[in-house]
């Protein structure tokens, strides 16, 4: 088998097991009423809770930076890619996050896979929640720190690990018994399969407890959870509590980019040593731009917030009343239980026949009897659209098996 067979090969068993990505094109803004793959649907899987992507104050912004500031910023931050709008953006997301200090990464992955191999090394360990996002699992792989989990939003399976960690250590190279340098706590904020809630209000004292330093990824919290948007810490009044905040631009910020922020120590740290950040070319000027005009829009147009958990909360109260489990989620994830696989993927394909775009979630990313459709709630949707959407639900569940009756 030559290289591209092998290549076509690993494809096509994806494919045979239905789990290979399809090809989905957008024929334009991603909004509630789009056209995917030609065909007029109602969005339900974006990740752009507040509808930013589309908002004029932030394209606005865009293209005025990119007319002053170019296309581009012509080299990596420390050498000569850093503007005045870098720097302009990082105090504005301190400032947002209410901590002393941000550093701006070009995606929330290359966050994560920058800062964690970066503050930890040989003699530490990272303690990770077991549904951790994957660009915290590659971060901890980047590691040479010693690694481990704990049980889903488990506390108290926390301060288990953290005892064993304190108690035993670790053996080092050459055979010799040697406590821990350093813990840390590693948790996405909002889980983003579930829609569940990391309880940052029990994590955390466990954490301090035994001088671990807690890391929240903040990627589906940003813009969703807390006073106007400013993330889980915010929403559990831990401000200030958690050691580093990480989180996204690409998600209800409507843009792109990720940061991390904490301290001014941290930030320079970060600005030394991370490699994802120094070895990569900036994020050019209109795309900084938005970011800061998505952040701007956060603190003075409370409404698409609003309305986000206003569509949350009646579109789980309907699907339920309609017999669907939407599982655990206290988010504007939802989760629509499907069981296997077949079932979630055959939902899926009848909705989108029916002009309701919504993807299914399948093994390996979620367990194997546990399949689901994952809708994102949009504050763009309308009641229109909501009823719609769980129309279509119903018919097409009945239609699946996916709903009984
Ligand atoms: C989406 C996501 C990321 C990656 O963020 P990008 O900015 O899209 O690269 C990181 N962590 C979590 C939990 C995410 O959901």
């Known amino acids: 088998m030559n290289f591209d067979e092998y290549l076509k090969s690993k494809v096509d068993e994806k494919k045979s097991a239905g789990l290979d990505w399809k090809l989905r094109r957008l024929g334009g803004m991603s909004v509630p009423r789009c056209k995917v793959e030609g065909k007029d ?4 899987c974006s990740n752009n809770y507040l509808g930013l992507s589309s908002h004029k104050k932030i394209i606005r912004a865009q293209i005025t930076a990119a007319k002053q500031w170019g296309a581009g910023s012509g080299s990596v931050r420390v ?3 850093t503007m005045d709008l870098h720097t302009q953006l990082e105090e504005k997301i301190a400032k947002f996050k209410h ?4 550093l701006y990464f070009q995606t929330g992955f290359a966050a994560n896979a920058g800062t964690i191999p970066a503050i930890s090394g040989e003699g530490d360990l990272l303690v990770s929640d077991e549904l951790n ?3 915290i699992i590659d971060g ?3 590691s040479k720190a010693q690694r481990t989990i704990y049980k889903h939003a488990d506390a108290q399976d926390l301060a288990r690990v953290l005892e064993e960690a304190a108690t035993k250590g670790y053996t080092d190279k050459s055979g010799q018994k040697q406590s821990y340098n350093r813990l840390f706590v590693l948790t996405d904020g909002v889980f983003s399969m579930d829609g569940d ?3 940052l209000d029990k994590i955390t004292p466990v954490a301090k407890k035994h001088g671990a330093i807690i890391y929240v990824d903040d990627a589906h919290g940003d813009g969703v959870l807390g006073e106007c948007g400013r993330g889980a810490a915010s929403h559990f009044g831990l401000e200030g509590k958690i050691d580093i905040e990480m989180g996204t631009f690409s998600k209800a910020l409507g843009v792109v980019g990720g940061y991390v922020s904490g301290s001014q120590a941290l930030h320079d740290f970060l600005w030394n040593n991370a490699r994802t950040f120094l070895l990569s070319g900036s994020a050019p000027p209109a795309t900084v731009a938005g970011c800061m005009a998505a952040l701007d829009i956060m603190e003075s147009e409370p409404r698409h917030l609003k309305k986000l958990w206003k569509n949350t909360k009646y579109f789980k109260k309907q699907m339920k009343g309609a017999g669907f489990d939407t599982g655990n989620s206290t988010t504007p994830i939802t989760p629509v239980m499907c069981g296997e696989s077949i079932k979630a993927q055959n939902l899926s394909a009848e909705l989108f026949e029916q002009g309701v775009f919504a993807l299914p979630i399948v093994f390996p990313m979620v367990a194997k009897d546990k399949a689901r459709i994952r809708v994102m709630m949009n504050a763009q949707l309308s009641t229109e659209d909501l009823e ?3 129309e279509k639900f119903v018919a097409c569940g009945k239609k699946t098996g ?3 009756g």
């Open 41 to 44: 649907v109602l969005m339900l």
């Open 79 to 81: 050498i000569a890619g």
């Open 99 to 102: 901590t002393p200090a941000a």
């Open 133 to 135: 996002h994957g660009s």
């Open 140 to 142: 901890v792989r980047l």
């Open 197 to 199: 809630v990391a309880p």
């Open 388 to 390: 719609l959407a769980v």
């Open 402 to 404: 996916v709903l009984q």
